[in-house]
């Protein structure tokens, strides 16, 4: 594949807005990017190991070094904003090898002022790039979690639903109580319910280590075993009909921002997290952001697990491929380990898909 250039004034743009160059190394830790990424990219990671066994990876991404340089470089919770260039490895993308440019803002606690600034940066970026006026779709992984936390299932069926949801997977194999899969392996997962979370985990690492299987695509004993037991008590979970259809209703919605606004407040009722979107809104349009021209879809997630709140794509035109994308990430610092929590928001432009005939 042909390297793309890097467009030097863009990063210089991103300077005079406040976000300082950051290098960083291609060649990063793995565990990071496996403990947050979630399952999807953690399957296309470019894996290998260094002289002492310690696992590595060529960076999938640079939202997580981004991260970990800043927890490094002093007090987590200080406010820093950062802009990168260069490529990022992920199997399957234009041959595993794909220019970025991006920026993170971590520590700001004015989290509207925040979002506006960084998404009216990555249009600006578009615009400079050769997007006058890129499609903009939006996406709230709040609202996900809001409407998943009301529905009345055990705690590992809503971890599970809103991983699926962020991966774009569906959710009604999850919503019916017994799974077709499973029901020739119901002896099984009857055995498992009934010997108890640490019991039935003993039972499959052993197997596993028995069979000398140290990892299944990308995951370990510990976590095959997790999957195995929610999955046992996922089983007999019934979610009551009336909430299945309140859940589809919720991620049917892919409507013009003002009028996603209307069906969110009629099937979810209020709640702080709607405030949150209404606000948004509100802010992006006081910037001079197009908010009549967005869309906002309930589905949009990007395959990441690291969003927790506001997410976004930009794109050529409305329905086409994205050719960018971000959101916030208020708990990645901590869980990568940082003393303090601090939130964070960003984004990044995929640079082949912008230039001429594209
Ligand atoms: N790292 C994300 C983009 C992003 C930057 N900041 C927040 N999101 C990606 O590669 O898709």
């Known amino acids: 594949m042909t390297p793309v250039a890097i467009p030097l004034a863009l990063l210089d743009q991103f300077a005079a807005a406040g976000f300082a160059r950051l290098e960083l190394g291609v060649l990063q830790p793995a565990e990071p990017f496996l403990d947050v990424m979630g399952e999807e990219l953690r ?17 999938p991404d640079f939202t997580i070094p981004a991260a970990l340089a800043h927890i490094a470089g002093g007090d987590p919770a200080r406010a820093a904003s950062y802009a990168y260039a260069g490529p990022v490895f992920r199997h399957g993308a234009n041959g595993g090898e794909v220019a970025q440019i991006g920026v993170e803002s971590f520590g700001r606690l004015d989290r509207l002022a925040a979002e506006t600034e960084v998404l009216a940066l990555a249009v600006e970026a578009a615009q400079a790039l ?65 010997a108890g979370p640490d019991a039935a985990r003993g039972v499959i690492e052993d197997v596993l280590s028995l069979a000398g299987i140290a990892a299944v695509g990308g995951r370990t004993p510990a976590e095959i075993a997790e999957r195995f037991i929610e999955r ?29 606004l209307n069906r969110l ?94």
């Open 232 to 260: 046992a008590a996922n089983r007999s979970a019934a979610i009551p009909a009336a909430q299945r259809q309140t859940l589809r209703s919720f991620l049917a919605i892919d409507d013009a921002a003002p009028a996603a």
């Open 130 to 194: 050769g997007l006058p006026s890129p499609a903009i779709r939006l996406g709230d992984r709040a609202l996900v979690d809001a409407a998943v936390g009301a529905l009345d299932a055990p705690a590992s069926l809503k971890r599970r639903l809103k991983r699926e949801i962020a991966h774009g997977g569906s959710i009604d194999t999850l919503t019916t109580p017994q799974r077709a899969e499973e029901s020739g392996h119901a002896g099984l997962f009857a055995a498992l319910e009934a």
């Open 265 to 358: 407040k009629e099937i979810l009722g209020p709640g702080p997290q709607i405030s949150v979107f209404e606000e948004r809104l509100d802010a992006f349009s006081g910037a001079g952001l197009p908010v009549d021209r967005m869309r906002f879809s309930s589905r949009i997630g990007q395959g990441l697990d690291y969003y927790d709140g506001l997410v976004f794509e930009l794109a050529r035109y409305d329905g086409a491929d994205p050719v960018g994308g971000g959101g916030r990430y208020d708990g990645l610092l901590g869980a990568l380990g940082a003393q303090a929590a601090a939130p964070g928001v960003g984004f990044a432009l995929w640079l082949d898909r912008f230039g001429a005939g594209s």
């Open 43 to 59: 399957q296309r990671m470019f894996l290998t190991s260094d002289a002492d066994g310690r696992e590595m990876c060529l960076r």
